[in-house]
């Protein structure tokens, strides 16, 4: 029986990767790290502890050192994202996605336990819930920071399962990304996909595909009645 709902964040709850996005390509322009479009856009959806790595490849790429390691780079990354936006917070509250908290309300409403599986930082997940008000929803967080292995592995999905003492086919699992949809099928999860068509996602492996997440609680009336 399905009785429990586990998020992403980025991408499903909060329309991040524009920002994401926007403030990659300034620090690639700020280097003369010439990567095309389709390249950059698809980083998104790896996990936030890939990115020092791949970027420190295209550096190396493009013949700005071959001394470049992931550890320098994710220093010289975060110090620029310091520097550039003044240490600013995101302004998660108007990035939000405007069906959220009426889906939460809805699901815990029908007796659903609700997760937040994300790859994001703990404490960016933490205040994220806080800012557009999650926090009576939310039965259980977990970060992709807790893992060695990241999305597109199912770690955090099973750890997540388990945690709300559900077994993978007991939930539902509400996906944007390539490797956020794969982590939650290789976990044996029922899976539904954001539709976004902005960073070349493929979703579908997807079980359902959905254009908004007001969507979601009527996609339970189509499960097999063994299945709810």
């Known amino acids: 029986m399905v009785n429990a ?21 300034d620090f690639l322009d700020e280097y003369h790290i010439t990567i095309d479009e389709e390249t950059r856009k698809r980083l998104s959806g790896w996990s936030y502890k890939e990115y020092p790595n791949i970027i420190a ?44 908290r009426q889906v939460m309300s809805e699901l815990r409403e029908k007796g659903y336990e609700i997760a937040i599986a994300s790859s994001s930082p703990l404490y960016s997940i933490k205040q994220a819930v806080h800012d557009i008000g999650l926090e009576p929803y939310v039965n259980i967080i977990v970060s992709g920071e807790m893992f ?14 388990d945690k709300l003492n559900r077994k993978p ?9 390539t490797y956020g949809i794969q982590a939650s099928k290789a976990a044996g999860i029922i899976t539904i996909a954001k ?34």
């Open 148 to 161: 060695e292995r990241s999305k597109p592995w199912p770690d955090i999905y099973l750890h997540t399962a």
């Open 169 to 177: 086919c007991e939930c539902v699992a509400v996906e944007d990304s």
């Open 57 to 100: 490849g295209w550096w190396r790429d493009c013949g700005l050192g071959d001394d470049m390691t992931a550890e320098r780079m994710d220093v010289l990354y975060n110090d620029y994202m310091q520097n550039t936006n003044d240490g600013h917070p995101i302004p998660y509250a108007k990035i939000q996605d405007p069906d959220i």
């Open 5 to 25: 709902v586990i998020f992403d964040m980025d991408g499903v709850i909060l329309d991040t990767q524009p920002l994401y996005d926007s403030w990659l390509k």
């Open 195 to 228: 539709r976004d068509d902005r960073f070349y996602f493929d979703q579908n492996p997807a079980d359902f595909i959905v254009d908004r997440l007001s969507q979601i609680t009527k996609i339970f009336c189509t499960l097999p009645s063994n299945m709810l």
